[in-house]
């Protein structure tokens, strides 16, 4: 029998409902073990609407499997293929009661719109896109989730967001947001998304007034929906021109004057760590603009560090962090005297007595305040400086943790030791401490893995320094030279004992 006969009876059966549902399964077990060709040909002449026809049913067991068998046939076929010959029955799919049968037409949507020409084309067909807008509105997260993804790809293109932009899809847009609050908050993610890729995007957007709206819910009574405003307002304003929006429109002195009211202490509780770490987003690309601007908020990050909140204490942690990891952001900190000075000594205070996940975070901004992108005189000043800090005995606090039986401490603790074996003085230190590159050059003393690739991390970096005498230069050379997961063997180990 030929394909085309095949497909001919196939095709027959699907027109008799109780033959409908072994009839799928006979195609889902054909298109399994069919070559690609067979597949391509079998795909081209079934009648697919037929097996459209088969998601008009209540047994979901049915809808299931006609969705995995379209999703079979339509993978075969070139892009745009499918969302021209069946773009009505695709448009009704994403109508469907059933979560698989919006996500089965959602992904074939989003496959073919890859092509430059295909997204054009549907740009032309609204009711589709109208379609995949309504979408947004699914109580599955899943659904909405992959229409936000589709119209995303859309809206990055100009003909896609003209599209709609267009009064047939702004409209039903509109409609959407008005289902309830967690839909109006993806249709902002979606804003933003298209947004935050071009000043170009961010006008014509801010014309529709969803922008404006945006802004509007920082007013919300509603902390949890403030906070979900504030995350998506820091990947905007990592951009230069959302920056100078936020800017402009007074948000950055609105989000600080959330957490600066002390008669509302619960409301400060839920929206400081959302709106720190917007802050340590913005302070890592313009440091010293942000010092300038809002002094108040370097020193509330500074005094956060002794408020004994643990989730304060953190967010605090990881935007000192995100803020001194560049030299920039290590400048402006630095301009601050003795705060940071304070700071820091405050963290080593800390230390002993945080827990685990938070000591961790403690370590990894030490780790970022010490490190250094380009090795300059003031930096190395500054960064010497800050180690100093770290109390009478600096490496003694860094040794206790690289030594911690406990693995996330130790990588934490090697890799804060890493940083300072970075720096010329901090070579010196390593050197000055009695022991310690005999515990580095112990290749017993670590069992994980990510642990010896930072051990060989340190000594590479101590390997071509100009502080060792020949006979330490050596042994760190031949150490990177075996490489970090070397093993001595039994032979190696016993001639050394005779000699």
Same mark, same amino acid.
């Given at each position: 029998?030929?394909?085309?006969?095949? %497909?001919?009876?196939?095709?027959?059966?699907?027109?008799?409902?109780?033959? +409908?549902?072994?009839?799928?399964?006979?195609?889902?077990?054909?298109?399994?073990?069919?070559?690609?060709? *067979?597949?391509?040909? @079998?795909?081209?002449?079934?009648?697919?609407?037929?097996?459209?026809?088969?998601?008009?049913?209540?047994?979901?067991?049915?809808?299931?499997?006609?969705?995995?068998?379209?999703?079979?046939?339509?993978?075969?076929?070139?892009?745009?293929?499918?969302?021209?010959?069946?773009?009505?029955?695709?448009?009704?799919a994403?109508?469907?009661?059933?979560t698989?049968?919006?996500?089965?037409?959602?992904?074939?949507? *989003?496959?073919?719109?890859?092509?430059?020409?295909? !997204?054009?084309?549907?740009?032309?067909?609204?009711t589709?896109?109208?379609g #995949?807008? +309504?979408? !947004?509105?699914?109580?599955?997260?899943?659904?909405?989730?992959?229409?936000?993804?589709?119209?995303t790809?859309?809206?990055?293109?100009?003909?896609?967001?003209?599209?709609?932009?267009?009064?047939?899809?702004?409209?039903?847009?509109?409609?959407v947001?008005?289902?309830?609050?967690?839909?109006?908050?993806?249709?902002?993610?979606?804003?933003?998304?298209?947004?935050?890729?071009?000043?170009?995007?961010?006008?014509?957007?801010?014309?529709?007034?969803?922008?404006?709206?945006?802004?509007?819910?920082?007013?919300?009574?509603?902390?949890?929906?403030?906070?979900?405003?504030?995350?998506?307002?820091?990947?905007?304003?990592?951009?230069?021109?959302?920056?100078?929006?936020?800017?402009?429109?007074?948000?950055?002195?609105k989000?600080?004057?959330?957490?600066?009211?002390?008669?509302?202490?619960?409301?400060?509780?839920?929206?400081e760590?959302?709106?720190?770490?917007?802050f340590?987003?913005?302070?890592?690309?313009?440091?010293?603009?942000?010092?300038?601007?809002?002094?108040?908020?370097f020193?509330?990050?500074?005094?956060?560090?002794?408020?004994? /909140?643990?989730?304060?204490?953190? #967010?605090?942690l990881?935007?000192?962090?995100?803020?001194?990891?560049?030299?920039?952001?290590? %400048?402006?900190?630095?301009?601050?005297?003795?705060?940071?000075?304070?700071?820091?000594?405050?963290?080593?205070?800390?230390?002993?007595?945080?827990?685990t996940?938070?000591?961790? +975070?403690?370590?990894?901004?030490?780790?970022?305040?010490?490190? #250094?992108?380009?090795?300059?005189?003031?930096?190395?000043?500054?960064?010497?400086?800050w180690?100093?800090?770290?109390?009478?005995?600096?490496? *003694? @606090?860094?040794?206790?943790y690289?030594?911690?039986?406990?693995?996330?401490?130790?990588?934490?603790?090697?890799d804060?030791?890493?940083? #300072?074996?970075?720096?010329?003085?901090?070579? *010196?230190?390593?050197?000055?401490?009695?022991?310690?590159?005999?515990?580095?050059?112990?290749?017993?003393?670590?069992?994980i893995?990510?642990?010896?690739? !930072?051990?060989?991390?340190?000594?590479?970096?101590?390997?071509?320094?100009?502080?060792?005498?020949?006979?330490?230069?050596?042994?760190?050379?031949?150490?990177?030279?075996?490489?970090?997961?070397?093993?001595?063997? @039994?032979?190696?180990?016993?001639?050394?004992?005779? /000699?």
């Amino acid at each position: 029998m030929s394909h085309k006969e095949w %497909c001919a009876e196939t095709s027959a059966k699907l027109l008799q409902e109780e033959q +409908r549902f072994p009839t799928l399964n006979e195609i889902k077990d054909y298109m399994i073990t069919a070559s690609p060709s *067979e597949a391509t040909k @079998v795909a081209n002449n079934l009648e697919l609407p037929l097996i459209f026809d088969c998601l008009n049913d209540s047994n979901k067991e049915q809808v299931e499997l006609a969705c995995e068998v379209l999703t079979m046939c339509m993978n075969q076929m070139t892009l745009g293929e499918s969302t021209m010959k069946y773009d009505t029955p695709l448009e009704r799919a994403l109508n469907h009661p059933f979560t698989e049968v919006k996500l089965m037409a959602l992904k074939e949507i *989003e496959r073919n719109i890859r092509r430059e020409e295909v !997204l054009t084309d549907m740009c032309k067909k609204h009711t589709l896109l109208v379609g #995949v807008v +309504r979408c !947004l509105g699914d109580d599955d997260v899943g659904v909405a989730k992959k229409a936000i993804d589709i119209l995303t790809i859309v809206g990055l293109t100009a003909s896609g967001l003209n599209a709609i932009l267009s009064n047939q899809v702004i409209e039903p847009l509109q409609e959407v947001m008005a289902i309830s609050e967690v839909v109006r908050l993806r249709v902002y993610e979606l804003v933003i998304n298209i947004a935050k890729e071009s000043e170009t995007n961010f006008h014509a957007l801010e014309s529709t007034g969803i922008i404006n709206q945006i802004l509007e819910e920082l007013n919300n009574s509603d902390v949890l929906l403030r906070m979900n405003i504030v995350e998506l307002l820091t990947h905007f304003g990592l951009t230069r021109h959302g920056y100078r929006f936020l800017e402009s429109s007074g948000v950055l002195t609105k989000l600080f004057s959330l957490i600066d009211v002390p008669n509302d202490l619960l409301n400060v509780q839920l929206c400081e760590p959302g709106i720190l770490k917007f802050f340590g987003n913005m302070a890592h690309k313009k440091p010293i603009e942000m010092l300038s601007k809002y002094p108040k908020l370097f020193d509330r990050v500074f005094s956060n560090l002794e408020s004994g /909140d643990l989730t304060v204490i953190g #967010v605090s942690l990881d935007t000192l962090g995100i803020i001194g990891s560049t030299n920039e952001g290590k %400048c402006a900190l630095s301009s601050t005297g003795n705060k940071i000075t304070y700071a820091i000594k405050t963290i080593v205070k800390l230390l002993p007595s945080l827990p685990t996940e938070v000591r961790v +975070r403690a370590l990894n901004c030490l780790e970022s305040l010490i490190r #250094v992108a380009e090795r300059k005189n003031d930096m190395l000043q500054i960064t010497r400086k800050w180690y100093q800090a770290f109390g009478d005995e600096p490496m *003694e @606090v860094i040794l206790r943790y690289a030594k911690n039986p406990f693995s996330e401490i130790k990588l934490a603790g090697l890799d804060l030791l890493h940083a #300072v074996a970075s720096h010329q003085w901090g070579q *010196e230190e390593i050197k000055n401490t009695p022991g310690l590159i005999e515990y580095l050059l112990d290749r017993n003393q670590e069992r994980i893995k990510e642990a010896k690739e !930072l051990k060989y991390e340190i000594i590479k970096e101590m390997s071509t320094s100009i502080l060792f005498d020949q006979n330490t230069l050596l042994r760190l050379q031949e150490y990177v030279k075996e490489g970090p997961f070397y093993v001595r063997g @039994v032979t190696e180990v016993a001639f050394e004992g005779n /000699d």
